[in-house]
């Protein structure tokens, strides 16, 4: 059978750039890939490895069409731009059933279908648009990244913040999950199936400080917080106000253990045990 052309959303971001690598390191051609980016000129170093670049902006429903064509299966990275993301997720999904994708897999969030968070409400209705929408469809619900925390800046500010008191969740770094995106583009049989991602390693933001600690021989310590404080102290770092509510939000989902599960989907898929916490922080005050 011929290989088929895979197409990533997203690549000059990390998660896409490092899946794009992984499924180069797995033996697919780089003749076979695809990226999709608002920016050619910005992905000049994915194309200098053969793999195509292709413009195309979630927004922009005309250029997904053009963009997806001849693709069959296609990673469908959920937007950083919060700015009606449903709406371009949508954009996508359609244009992916337009040009005859094959496949979707799409990046939700751990524990979707029962979590009360409020980042999870556009990966909620988007797992909707895809049941509905025809094409055969993959969920990669991914848990918590590690460098969602900055090892570097607590080493420096001696703390880590947090509202999700001594409870735990189980992180893993970015490259583990774009490994088992990887595995779900380049194998077959995965049609259908919803996999919980997150690390084999459960910690709380305590364990977390302690080992940024250890590591580093600087005194770091967890700083616990309610979620409002929480929120008013982002803020005053200087981010916006909604998006400050949803990263303290978060941490209240992690109080419910919605960033926690007793499946191994990631270290099956990736075929080995996921990242160990000591050297996520390792690499993360190294990089």
């Not at 800046?153 to 999950?177: C, E, M, S």
């Not at 919980?196 to 600690?213: C, I, N, P, R």
């Not at 916490?277 to 005050?285: F, G, K």
Request: glycine share 10%.
């Amino acid at each position: 059978m011929p290989t088929p052309t895979i197409a990533v959303t997203g690549a000059t971001g990390h998660l896409g750039h490092l899946t794009l690598q992984a499924l180069l390191r797995r033996g697919v051609p780089a003749g076979s890939l695809v990226t999709l980016v608002r920016d050619p000129a910005k992905a000049s170093d994915l194309a200098a490895q053969g793999i195509q670049v292709r413009q195309a902006d979630y927004k922009q429903p005309d250029s997904l069409r053009a963009a997806l064509t001849g693709v069959n299966r296609l990673l469908l990275i959920s937007s950083n731009d919060f700015d009606d993301r449903l709406g371009q997720h949508r954009n996508v999904i359609e244009a992916a059933r337009e040009a005859g994708v094959d496949l979707i897999a799409y990046t939700s969030i751990l524990n979707a279908d029962r979590s009360g968070m409020i980042l999870a409400g556009d990966h909620q209705a988007t797992e909707t648009l895809l049941r509905e929408s025809g094409v055969p469809f993959t969920l990669l619900r991914n848990g918590w990244y590690t460098e969602n925390y900055d090892l570097k800046g607590a080493v420096k500010n001696g703390a880590i913040l947090g509202a999700a008191g001594d409870h735990a969740l189980q992180p893993a770094p970015r490259q583990d999950y774009a490994e088992a995106a990887a595995a779900v583009l380049s194998t077959d049989g995965h049609a259908g199936q919803t996999y919980e991602l997150a690390g084999d390693e459960a910690v709380t933001l305590g364990d977390l400080a302690a080992e940024v600690a250890r590591q580093s021989g600087q005194s770091v310590a967890y700083h616990n917080l309610s979620a409002d404080e929480y929120a008013r102290t982002l803020a005053g770092f200087g981010l916006p106000e909604g998006f400050a509510h949803v990263l303290a939000d978060s941490d209240t989902g992690i109080t419910r253990g919605e960033l926690a599960t007793d499946r191994r989907d990631l270290s099956r898929l990736i075929g080995r045990p996921t990242t160990p916490v000591t050297q996520a922080v390792r690499d993360a005050l190294t990089a």
